[in-house]
């Protein structure tokens, strides 16, 4: 099969893996993210054994992680167009590395406790607020406005990988070994992404000019006003994140309390999560233009359908089958809300406008959790599949009602946002 420049489909969906510094950044990255899945699941399971599997204990967890990056994410996307990204993500790795070295050392030692689980969470959070601004505006400099729809999509298709490979190895790791010694790997996995970095050639970067202007919040905010297009798409990502995209948070709690699985288990539905996100970042590969509104906002709606399906699921081997399609529709949405933003917004702001796409994307997540947790105390289990997929499906459907033909894209930026060799 080919695509319409007579190059196989195959060539064309890697396409930026010809880009050396990119390939030394995904493969440090694939490593460092399958470790931090496995840290994910071990850190989940280790709370519900603390506590007595209680949900609300979870929920706190989570908020603690997620906190810091509705508070600082801002200043890190603030960071991220002031400074050099390669050092800010070399940095950002290594804090997370010990972080995760600290808390695993106390788990081995059966040490550990419910607060420390908590100082560590929370600790991983305010990297992860210098992190993901950086990484995800750092894509651009690896290849170039041309390659950043491949790269991104192929970005999520790591990602992804890792979401399978991780929760399935944490799984079995903790039933033969337990906890720490998966959250001792995860320490171990920062250093594939460090070294990556530091391997690379940073004259090949592509770096925008630099100015000897202090890179403010206010500016990217400013922009934002004047974008439309741009503010609808985040508003859309808000409310599906709030509602929807609670998924690590309730898996647990369907395995333990409704399905009464093992870790082993557990790990198979993060998976078939994941497995399903997988095929979804493979297919946006493909992409090579700006998503439309109708785009993102449909598959919002598919998303979330597929979400208040699955709370129905009546036993595990269902809740595997319709955890795949939901995991397409949920990274096929989050992909072309995020292609939708950088392709359309001015590159000297980049940093900051995807910082706020993170901190509308993971700095929901405490409210969120919140959400998911009253409603499963009060309702069940099930109740947070039912009400966030009832909730993301009502905000895609509003978005989709009001969507319109793209506004243009201002002159001054039309060339800039424009992939190369794209037609008008």
Not at 27 to 47: E, F, K, N, P, R
Not at 353 to 369: D, E, H
Request: overall charge positive; some cysteine.
């Amino acid at each position: 099969m080919t695509r319409g420049t007579g190059r196989p489909l195959l060539a064309t969906s890697l396409r930026s893996l010809k880009v050396r510094n990119f390939r030394l950044f995904a493969a440090g990255q694939i490593a460092s993210a399958t470790g931090t899945w496995m840290m994910a699941v071990a850190q989940d399971w280790l709370v519900l054994e603390l506590t007595g599997d209680s949900g609300g204990a979870l929920a706190t967890v989570t908020a603690l992680q997620f906190t810091p990056v509705l508070l600082l994410t801002l200043y890190g996307g603030r960071l991220a167009d002031r400074y050099d990204k390669r050092a800010l993500l070399t940095g950002a790795n290594i804090a997370s590395g010990v972080f995760a070295l600290a808390l695993g050392l106390l788990v081995t030692a059966d040490a550990a406790r419910l607060w420390h689980i908590y100082v560590a969470a929370a600790a991983l959070g305010v990297a992860n607020a210098v992190e993901v601004p950086a990484r995800l505006s750092f894509i651009t400099e690896l290849v170039g406005p041309e390659l950043l729809p491949n790269a991104s999509a192929l970005s999520g298709a790591y990602f992804n990988i890792a979401r399978v490979l991780g929760p399935s190895l944490a799984g079995l790791l903790i039933q033969w070994s337990g906890t720490g010694t998966v959250m001792l790997l995860n320490a171990v996995s920062y250093t594939a992404a460090v070294a990556g970095l530091r391997a690379m050639r940073p004259a090949e970067l592509h770096r925008a000019p630099r100015t000897d202007t202090p890179a403010r919040v206010i500016e990217g905010l400013a922009h934002l006003r004047t974008r439309p297009d741009l503010l609808t798409t985040l508003a859309l990502v808000a409310a599906v994140a709030l509602f929807g995209l609670n998924l690590p948070l309730t898996l647990p709690l369907m395995a333990r309390v409704v399905f009464h699985t093992e870790a082993a288990s557990f790990g198979l539905l993060t998976a078939a999560l994941a497995g399903g996100s997988l095929l979804a970042a493979l297919v946006g590969t493909l992409r090579r233009t700006r998503p439309s509104a109708r785009l993102v906002a449909a598959w919002g709606c598919g998303f979330g359908a597929l979400e208040l399906i699955t709370g129905w699921a009546p036993n595990l081997s269902v809740a595997l089958a319709l955890l795949v399609p939901t995991g397409f529709a949920s990274l096929y949405f989050v992909q072309a809300a995020n292609h939708r933003i950088q392709l359309g917004g001015d590159p000297a702001h980049r940093g900051r406008v995807m910082a706020l796409y993170t901190v509308i994307l993971q700095g929901s997540t405490p409210l969120g959790a919140l959400f998911v947790g009253t409603a499963t105390h009060t309702l069940g289990a099930r109740s947070g599949l039912w009400a966030g997929g009832l909730f993301a499906l009502l905000a895609a459907l509003i978005a989709l009602a009001g969507a319109r033909a793209d506004a243009p894209v201002p002159a001054s930026e039309e060339e800039r946002v424009r992939p190369t060799g794209s037609r008008p």
